[in-house]
């Protein structure tokens, strides 16, 4: 491990990490992983062997991901995510405390249909006009825009397509994602129900227990309906939305609905996944053209295509670090205590990926954290158990720091550009009392729920 080559690879993988956590000008995360990946090639760490096999661990996880980005930006045209939080307003019925929990469920849904970024980009744009709808006060607004976001990306760890990081990691193991369900959905709703929970005790005060109906706008409830919306502010800007095209609606929920359940079904068959994710998001994309006249150009021009950089680039990094020997030095350092039972199996590797998640992001530690478990020569009970633990650490522990994954750091982004200030002391101060709690309650309940089901 101590040689040149492992100094130099560890020494870019900080540097790179550095670049992602601060982001200077808004740089790109593709920016710096690529920048990193192609030092580790120059340095020989990795060669093109190893690339190859990289990339049929990275690319189909990526697409998948991809696709279903798509699916939800071709959803969003249509107006219903837009048409959903006007009506979680008047479901609440003037009570700040139902539209907190109609705010999370919405997140929530986001993520089990689509993916934890996709989430975060769609939702927190939706959120930040409610509370700015509402004209609440500075710490009325963060209850919403904070737990929304925090269960947003605590979401994607019942279903495995819900995360690039997941899905990355499932290649590593071998796994399916029926298998994945069974074992990690009631331990992870366990912990996401928990978070939820000490999230709403914790700004309980914060909440206002009666909010107005657009109160900017000044508009009477009546004028909203059902399956119309209007902008409560057309008055100024003689701007308002179309209503939903119902019908094409219910297409679109119909193939979403299909696609997310052919990833269950065909991946029991070993039919890769991103084959369903691809050719649900061209439907969509051709039935769109085809009956709204809309062409492809603006899902071209919002779809993140920069994931599938950052994410080859992330895993050549973390591979380099892997075939220099770090992992030797996780494995010496935990391999018989992970080994000696289910318990530590669960709550070692889990503590480790929150921590690893916290200091380097979600994704590359992920990808060590699997790789690092793969070669401790564990039975394959075992191993599955150390892995499942493994994304309860990277999907719900990393949620402490603000860099711990990039849903997060694409929150704060959108949060600066729309003059929302939570600095990192705010964002602590929660997270620390909250997280580390519903995380516990996670790994304790897939030791107890794993001892069931095997």
């Not at 994945?180 to 914790?202: D, E, N």
Request: proline share 4%; charged share 10%; glycine share 6%.
């Amino acid at each position: 491990m101590y040689n040149t080559e492992a100094t130099l690879t560890l020494t870019i993988f900080f540097i790179t990490i550095l670049f992602l956590v601060w982001r200077p000008r808004g740089l790109n995360e593709s920016i710096p992983a690529s920048v990193g990946a192609v030092a580790i090639l120059l340095l020989g760490a990795v060669n093109l062997i190893d690339i190859y096999n990289i990339l049929g661990i990275v690319t189909g996880a990526s697409i998948t991901i991809i696709s279903t980005i798509v699916m939800s930006i071709v959803l969003d045209s249509v107006n219903f995510f837009r048409w959903t939080a006007y009506n979680l307003i008047l479901k609440a019925k003037g009570s700040g405390i139902a539209l907190y929990w109609y705010v999370l469920l919405l997140c929530f849904l986001m993520t089990i249909f689509f993916n934890n970024d996709g989430s975060i980009l769609i939702t927190t744009p939706i959120i930040i006009e409610i509370v700015s709808l509402l004209n609440l006060k500075p710490h009325q607004k963060i209850p919403y825009l904070l737990s929304g976001a925090l269960i947003a990306t605590a979401a994607s760890a019942p279903v495995g397509v819900s995360n690039l990081a997941n899905l990355i990691a499932l290649k590593i193991v071998n796994l399916d994602l029926v298998t994945y369900a069974k074992i990690m959905f009631i331990p992870s709703m366990v912990g996401i129900v928990s978070t939820s929970l000490l999230l709403f005790i914790y700004f309980r005060k914060d909440i206002p227990k009666k909010i107005d109906y657009f109160p900017k706008a000044n508009i009477p409830i009546p004028i909203y309906r059902i399956k119309k919306m209007e902008h409560p502010l057309s008055h100024k800007n003689n701007n308002s939305y179309k209503s939903i095209d119902w019908t094409m609606f219910k297409i679109y929920m119909t193939i979403i609905v299909i696609v997310r359940g052919g990833f269950f079904v065909l991946s029991c068959y070993n039919i890769p996944i991103e084959i369903v994710a691809i050719l649900g998001a061209m439907v969509i994309i051709l039935l769109r053209w085809y009956r709204q006249g809309t062409g492809p150009y603006d899902v071209i021009k919002k779809t993140p295509w920069h994931v599938l950089i950052f994410a080859l680039g992330m895993y050549i990094i973390v591979y380099g670090l892997h075939v220099t020997g770090f992992t030797l030095l996780i494995i010496d350092g935990l391999r018989d205590a992970v080994a000696s039972n289910h318990y530590n199996a669960i709550l070692i590797i889990g503590l480790l990926l929150t921590v690893m998640s916290n200091l380097f992001n979600n994704l590359p530690s992920v990808m060590l954290g699997t790789l690092t478990i793969t070669k401790m020569g564990l039975d394959e009970h075992t191993l599955h158990l150390a892995y499942f633990a493994n994304i309860l650490g990277s999907d719900i522990g990393s949620l402490i720091m603000p860099m711990g994954t990039l849903a997060t750091l694409i929150w704060m982004f959108i949060l600066k550009e729309n003059k929302i200030h939570v600095s990192w002391r705010h964002y602590l101060s929660i997270t620390t009392i909250t997280i580390p709690i519903g995380l516990f309650v996670s790994l304790l309940v897939l030791y107890l729920w794993s001892a069931i089901i095997y």
